[in-house]
């Protein structure tokens, strides 16, 4: 059924179930949390990295995109889970590739902090 809701109110409704889903991966999702704080431990050091604005945003970034990456592999776990608990070649293959999308977040990000950081201390 679609909402007939706008404006002010669906606003409203979106950020509290987009914070309802932010719980609920920080609560039944391992990974999830174990980015979160990666991140969280890594942003102070943003701006000892980072030597323009443009750097931050690479290196804050970088991390924004890991748990979006990681929120989005979740919820195709969680909806495969849903459909049973029997092994389907398919719902194998949406999850390896769910896991191969956060991979290649995570490389992204190292290749990104690293690189900042050997500017850093190189440059």
């Known amino acids: 059924m ?12 979106s950020t509290r ?7 609920a991966a920080a609560l039944h999702e391992t990974a999830f949390r ?6 969280l ?4 050091f943003v701006f000892w990295i980072g ?14 995109l890991v748990l979006i990456v990681e929120l989005l592999n979740s919820a195709v776990e969680t909806a495969i889970d849903r459909i049973g608990p029997e092994h389907h070649v398919l719902s194998g293959r949406a999850k390896d590739i769910g896991s ?21 201390i190189a440059g």
């Open 100 to 120: 191969a999308a956060v991979m290649l977040s995570l490389i992204m990000a190292g290749v990104t902090w690293g690189l900042l950081l050997w500017q850093r």
């Open 41 to 44: 431990v890594l942003l102070p």
């Open 17 to 23: 179930y987009s914070l309802k889903g932010l719980k």
């Open 51 to 64: 030597q323009t604005p443009i750097e931050w945003i690479l290196l804050i970034s970088s991390c924004f």
């Open 2 to 13: 679609k909402s007939s809701e706008t404006g002010w109110r669906h606003l409203v409704n």
């Open 34 to 39: 174990q980015e979160l704080v990666l991140c």
